[in-house]
């Protein structure tokens, strides 16, 4: 399927989720693909583990053009591509992130932007189709009257507190609880692909930092500062 010299980018969580080394094998039925050509290295790897992640859960959210959707931590890795995403498939996207991240989510297509260190969501009165938490802060119990009786509660991460609260709000109501792990489909990564070739989403890159500072990058993505993604380089020959 592919031959010396082709491009590509691939998401590794499925092949023993990869790790920081200058090469990875994958079989060629994996989830790779040629990559994007309007975008860098860098740009390319900054998209599988994001944007897959915000397409598989928007689809089950059942996304369409009208559905209104929250999406909180809209600044982040998961977060910027789900704006993009959810616009794209034509909602209405309010996003929730920090003070000083505004301009970026607002630059991404969110038709409102919530500043959550200034107001909470949950008392705005506005009622949402999708609540998408990427970050898995949002208050299920406070949350659940800001969702549509049969609207859909979306979490990327949690712990077991949050589990026994969307078990509660599965079991009280009407609303859909979405939790899960990303299914193996290399026809997401060409439908990205494509997307990006007809600039729809774009990669959001924060920092850069070359393989010898591994530590450092994680030392920075745990100050939650980050905006978008964090990626690592390697050089060969000259050549990153």
Known sequence: MFKKGDQVFAATFFADYGGYAEYKCMPEDGLIAIKPTNMTYEEAAAVPQGALTALYFLRKANIQKGKKVLIFG?????????????????????????????????????????DYTKEDFTKNAEIYDVIF?????????RSRKSLKKEGYYVFVTFGLPKLFQMLWLKMTSRKKVIIGVLEDRTEELIFLKELIEKEKIKSVIDRSYPIEQVVKAHNYIEKGLKKGQVVISIK?????
Request: contains cysteine; charged residues 20%.
């Open 74 to 114: 809209a600044s982040g890795g998961v977060g910027t591509f789900a704006v993009q995403l959810a616009k794209y498939f034509g909602a209405e996207v309010t996003g929730v992130c920090s003070t000083k991240k505004i301009d970026l989510v607002k630059s991404l297509g969110a038709d409102k932007v919530i």
């Open 236 to 240: 060969q020959n000259n050549k990153t």
């Open 133 to 141: 938490d990427t970050v898995g802060r949002s208050s299920v119990s």
